[in-house]
Every structure is written in structure tokens, then in C-alpha cells.
């Protein structure tokens, strides 16, 4: 069973706009969490981190917000461009680092 | 700046079969990884690596084995290739700083028939 969901499988957003992605994690012991974009025929790239003893991290126009009590994530992209469009996952690892589980993707379009 | 380079791009293999997947990187990374990606199902770990000469099982490590006898590459082997393994498998790097970043190479889209 997955223990990091992404339930929507894709998301289109007017250029502009704000993106909200969302990601739930069932594992109680995860303790830092991740996105990371992938664009097609690409290997997946480093977006945005946080640790479980922060509920909020910036880096320009992404932020991630943690909701620890709700085993809740989301990325937030403020305002959307069109080279935004990508899939975006989320994952998450306990205390040792070693393991990063993924959720499944979300597919976000930015229309121009 | 080569990063972290995956080679075959493609295969195209016969049940049966046997194939090993490179994964080097330049980066003097300690950790090396190697996951499969398949529709709906995200990024699962197979195996990895916390060091030269060391590996260790992941999420789905059945028909796969690793070897990491050289810190710079990371070798995914199938002994015996099956269809369930029909995949894009993805290697990824990283020095631990921050945790959790990893460097990724562009995948090797594998076909088992």
C-alpha cells in the first residue's frame, strides 16, 4: 500500500493563478518531505524540502506547506507560467534519509 | 557538467533474458539509488547504495540485484527477465546535503516481452 498519495492525477491552471498540489502521507514517522518535477523524458528534478519541525518552507515562487496533524502536504506555485507545466510528486523519508517513498505524480498544465 | 548518466536509453528484451542497466555519476555522490517508475504507482526504490561496496533492498527489490564496486557507478542486473518488470528505471545520486536531494538520470525505458 502506498504510504505517500497524490490523488489528483492532474491539475490545469491559467497562467497567472496560483497551483495548489496536494499530497497525504500515512506514516507517522516520516520526517522530511519533498517535490520534485519531472518533465517528459526527463529525469525528475530537485524542487522544494522540508522538515517535520517546520509547517512552512519558501524558495521564490514555491512554497510547501506541512500540516503534520493531518499528514498533509502541499505546493503551492505562485503566480503560474505556462513552464511550470509538469509533473510534480511528492515524497517523503524518516529520520535516516536512505528511503524516499514517492507518491504517484500530479500532472499540472499552465495555460497561456 | 555530464551528472548522473543512464545507459541504454532503450531495451527491448525476451522473457528470459538477462541485461544490466549502468548508472554513473560525476559527482562523488555517496548515496546512489535506482528506481522504477510505472503508471499510477510513482517512483518505487528497488535497491541502493550508502557508500562504495555497500548496498541495500528497497521498496520492490525481487528479480533485481545491485553492485556498487566502484563509488561513481551503480550496476541494476535482471537475471531473468519477466514482463512485470517492463518499467522506466531511474538512477539518482546524492550527498546527502540536503537530505533528500537527489540528482536524477533520464531513465532507461525498458520492455519485457
Known amino acids: 500500500d502506498q504510504q505517500v498519495k497524490q490523488n489528483s492525477p492532474s491539475l490545469s491552471v491559467q497562467e497567472g493563478r496560483i497551483s495548489i498540489l496536494n499530497c497525504d502521507y500515512t506514516n507517522s514517522m516520516f520526517d522530511y518531505f519533498l517535490w520534485y518535477k519531472k518533465y517528459p523524458a526527463e529525469g525528475p528534478t530537485f524542487l522544494i524540502s522540508?522538515?517535520?519541525?517546520?509547517d512552512k518552507n519558501e524558495d521564490g515562487r514555491f512554497t510547501v506547506f506541512l500540516n503534520k496533524s493531518a499528514k498533509h502536504l502541499s505546493l503551492h506555485i505562485v503566480p503560474s507560467q505556462p513552464g511550470d507545466s509538469a509533473v510534480y510528486f511528492c515524497?517523503?523519508?524518516?529520520?535516516?534519509?536512505?528511503?524516499?517513498?514517492f507518491g504517484s505524480g500530479t500532472k499540472l498544465n499552465v495555460k497561456p | 557538467n555530464a551528472g548522473v548518466t543512464q545507459t541504454p536509453k532503450f531495451r527491448v528484451l525476451k522473457t528470459g533474458q538477462s541485461m544490466t542497466l549502468l548508472c554513473a555519476q560525476d559527482?562523488?555522490?555517496?548515496?546512489m539509488y535506482w528506481y522504477r517508475q510505472d503508471p499510477g504507482m510513482g517512483l518505487r526504490l528497488i535497491h541502493y547504495s550508502v557508500g562504495e561496496g555497500t548496498t541495500a533492498k528497497g521498496e520492490v527489490p525481487d528479480g533485481y540485484n545491485v553492485s556498487r564496486l566502484k563509488k561513481q557507478n551503480f550496476l541494476l542486473g535482471l537475471e531473468s527477465a519477466a514482463p512485470s518488470q517492463t518499467s522506466v528505471y531511474f538512477c539518482a545520486s546524492s550527498d546527502g546535503t540536503p537530505p533528500g536531494k537527489l540528482f536524477f538520470g533520464s531513465g532507461t525505458q525498458l520492455s519485457v516481452l
Open positions: 522540508i522538515s517535520s519541525i517546520k
Open positions: 515524497a517523503a523519508s524518516e529520520y535516516n534519509f536512505n528511503k524516499f517513498y
Open positions: 559527482m562523488n555522490h555517496e548515496y
